[in-house]
């Protein structure tokens, strides 16, 4: 298989060659560039590959996700699913498994996607239009559709969505394989795209933000800056459109899909979650292709106001499941957290690109709580169950209890298993990245990495095992001596900051120095954004060794949020616990952690695949219903990592716990 892959920030193709002089400036290691044989990532990359891909095109196939597209090549019968967006769940499946082709090569698995490929090529229309909810039947539409193209884009019909991954599905897979045959589709919906939408053409902003992230990628691959300006068009469209404005409805009012105000006067993340960081992401991407400085203020006063004041403690965004939506600042229940598994993964295309914009560490510290414990959180050890939302709490007497303490095969929306499959294995591309002479060490595993400094090879390997221990060494090869800066993340949980924001501190500030060793000495390095910066000459045998101080840290939140009050969370590390009920006598929503309770911690390596959980003094609260009385008694205290509960049976769970009985809730059977 031809390896083509040359990571979403590099900017030449065998298509066009062009000078592109704008762009991030800080650029991304490719992730085929890293090699990952750690026992924490590098096994969920496998079981990614042999089990939620093909689950996944299983799934595809058997919900008639596949037939809808066999339909519209025959320009026949009736759309069989139920939204018309279903057609995306085809493309991230094929995007995952494009970039899974680039570290895992599987000649069967090639060859199926290049047989969808020719279905989806079938299914395209003479002019580009690709939409099977239309193209099977037009007379005949879903009815979230007009009867004209594009006549409901801005409300529900998701046809500029649909594009977007597929244009997104097709990049992956032409730098991954080389090969010509999505790519070529995409080109022709991008240009029927770009012939009808524009100043002087159509308006529109569209309903559901991917595309403009898409039409980036193509730009990236083929040079056309049609693909770019139309980005930009779309993404500047927000804000023109006559809504019900004094309407509190996000619906009415247009803030739902972020359509309220022009981008640049927005500077609160507001409306549904996925679409919000999607948008977000693209317009960090045109700021970087462009220098929009209004853009850039733009997200960088939204990012302060979603980590100041709307990001869970497990780094989930999107709190209210009405419209999936971001809530109000400071409103975060625990109850009724919605917390989708897609905003989570939107929130890392987000957080990655601010960080290349700015090199910044606390973009990548949102980043790292998000991959450890909001997003991870979302997919089965077994690779094929899923949480659409993330509770944060599940008491046995609620309602939807059963709904979310237990994670489903698929969901009729799944848009979210489907988004899994393309973010696993990427994350070997959020480790390393660079600029100018500067190497920067963002995210933690056992890997080796081939990068080129200085028109030189050098070899980086890392020896841990992160998450569970802070001892990081680090390997330098450079195949000759070269000088140039390696900039490591410390991250803000070592230096005790539980989240860049006054919204969750630490109960107390860690003292431990981080030391840092180079070739056994003690080193002196100065910190610069977050990052510990050591400058010199490197050699091949040099080697970097620092321990990250891993304690458990108790977080509380800021007064603000009043469903915390009382209440703490605990951290280990980069990961958030949770309390769940198979550790804690069949229930969690009785326990209290005093202020004086402490905690250590245990490997358990026959549990959930290998987890530290840490163990404290609680105590319980009994109910006697016979004598109608309550009392206490001291009980132990166990928690495990909030990515990993969930899979031993329904049953109780939360990540916020109480540290005194504040009052007595009385229940009716």
Known sequence: MKRLFLGLAICTSCLFTFAQKKDYPITSVPFTSVKLTDKFWLPRIQTNHTVTIPASFERCETTGRVKNFEMAAARSGKFCTVYPFDDTDVYKTIEGASFS????????????????I???????EPDGYLYTARTINPLNVHPWLGKERWEKEREHSHELYNAGHLYEAAAAHYLATGKKNLLTIAIKNADLVCSVFGPDRKHVAPGHEVIEMGLVKLYRITGKTEYLNTAKFFIEERGNHQYDSLSKDPFKNGSYWQDHKPVVKQDEAIGHA??????????????????DKDFLNAIDKIWNNVVQKKIYVQSGVGAVGDGERFGGNY????????????????NVYWNQRMFQLHGESKYIDILEKSL???LLSGVGMDGKSFFYTNAMEIKNHYKHADMEAARAGWFTCSCCPTNITRLIPSIPGYMYALKENNVYINLFATSTSNIIINSKNVTITQQNNYPWDGNLSFSIEPASSTAFTVRIRIPGWAQ?????????????????????LVNGKLTEYTMDNGYAVINKTWKKGDHIQLELPMTVEKIISNEKVINNKGKIALQFGPLIYCLESPDNFGATSNVIVPETSTFTTQFQP????????????????MVDKEKNSVQTKAQPVTAIPYYAWAHRGKGEMTVWIPQRVSGIEILSD
Do not use: W
């Open 118 to 124: 020719d279905i989806i090529g079938r299914a395209q």
């Open 606 to 621: 026959a549990l959930l695949k290998g987890v530290m959980t840490l163990q404290g003094n609680g105590i319980a609260v």
């Open 331 to 346: 409103e975060l229940p625990n109850a009724t957290a919605y917390n989708e598994t897609c905003a989570a993964i939107a």
């Open 372 to 374: 450890y414990n909001g």
């Open 274 to 291: 996925v679409r919000a960081g999607y948008l977000y992401a693209a317009m960090a991407d045109v700021a970087a292709l462009t220098e």
């Open 496 to 516: 005790g900051q539980a989240i860049p924001s006054d919204l969750y501190t630490f109960s107390h500030t860690p003292g431990k120095k981080i030391i840092i």
């Open 101 to 116: 082709l680039s570290l895992i090569p599987d000649k069967k698995l090639e060859l199926y996607i290049d047989s969808l």
